[in-house]
């Protein structure tokens, strides 16, 4: 059993939280304000358009504050920059990388040489324990109240499973919005939080003012879980929006995603169809908004800085 350090031990920071890397959502000026409070932050790469875009983020941050942050990088085939998206990753040296939807093997192996880890998102020990042999540096627990893409266990849960099962780091993703929340996360042998939805109402984020005031407006019992958007499980505000159109695949959809021929094709344009969606929402309001969050909106009474929320959760 290797040593299971925490997370400010892993990168080297003042307190062990990370700020989730958060699909349109995340952008340097969040990263730069995490950074600066003594935490570490993530950003998706698919949250710019070109690797240009996103070579000039990842300097722009460098520049700015010479603290340790990472790049969430999707992994399966529904990422078609996938490979380019790496290189960038590997020539610039990024400090971590957060894996998700796929298999991070080809990641790993590409990562040891350069001495960049990689943490993986996963939602259950019998995945853990694969990225494990794998190589990973950490293992991203990403439970039921969790944003976005959740995973079926609670907190608990998973980190017990995961702490039976593996001898990686574990950070707990999900329900995080206050120090009282982060110390049980560590009694319980988290090594560190990931902390997302709760910077989304931020000075510092771009996403339209609408958005924002919905996660201040909207609490826990106004999260639901839909299938419809992306065919995997997505945590949105439930809006008279998504009231109108479901949360679940209507017939022609969920036979067309089950359908062994049409299988592949249709997780594709799911994924590509929802994404289109939660994108168009994310920066200009309509009657059509879809907003991704988590059950954590709750605590979210007001739009603040990233550094005043930061300073809220390590007093």
């Avoid at 722009?60 to 380019?84: D, H, M, Q, T, W």
């Avoid at 939660?278 to 200009?284: E, L, N, Y």
Wanted: with cysteine.
């Amino acid at each position: 059993m290797r040593e299971r350090k925490r997370l400010d031990e892993l990168l080297g920071i003042e307190h062990p939280i990370l700020m989730a890397p958060m699909f349109l959502i995340s952008n340097s000026k969040m990263v730069i304000a995490a950074l600066e409070s003594g935490c570490t932050a993530a950003f998706p790469a698919l949250n710019y358009r070109t690797n240009q875009e996103l070579r000039k983020a990842i300097l722009e941050i460098r520049e700015a504050c010479n603290k340790p942050f990472g790049v969430n990088l999707i992994v399966n085939k529904s990422n078609l920059k996938y490979k380019s998206q790496l290189k960038v990753l590997l020539d610039l040296e990024v400090d971590y990388i957060i894996t998700s939807l796929g298999n991070p093997r080809n990641v790993i192996n590409a990562c040891k040489p350069k001495g960049i880890k990689v943490f993986c998102d996963v939602t259950d020990a019998k995945y853990a324990k694969k990225v494990e042999l794998l190589g990973a540096d950490a293992l991203i627990a990403v439970n039921s109240e969790a944003g976005g893409h959740c995973g079926a266990l609670s907190a608990n849960d998973i980190i017990h499973q995961l702490l039976k099962e593996t001898s990686l780091p574990i950070i707990s993703a999900g329900g995080v919005t206050s120090k009282k929340d982060i110390n049980q996360m560590l009694e319980w042998g988290a090594a560190g939080v990931s902390i997302g939805s709760i910077f989304i109402a931020t000075n510092e984020s771009d996403v339209s003012l609408e958005y924002k005031n919905a996660v201040v407006q909207y609490g826990s019992k106004d999260i639901v879980k839909s299938t419809k958007l992306t065919g995997s499980a997505l945590t949105v505000i439930n809006t008279p929006f998504v009231q109108k159109i479901g949360t679940k695949p209507n017939f022609l959809e969920w036979l067309i995603n089950h359908s062994p021929v049409l299988k592949k094709y249709a997780k594709l344009f799911l994924a590509w169809r929802g994404i289109n969606k939660v994108k168009k929402s994310a920066f200009k309001a309509s009657y059509k908004s879809v907003w991704c969050a988590g059950p954590s909106i709750e605590s979210v009474n007001s739009i603040r800085s990233v550094k005043e929320i930061i300073r809220d959760l390590i007093d």
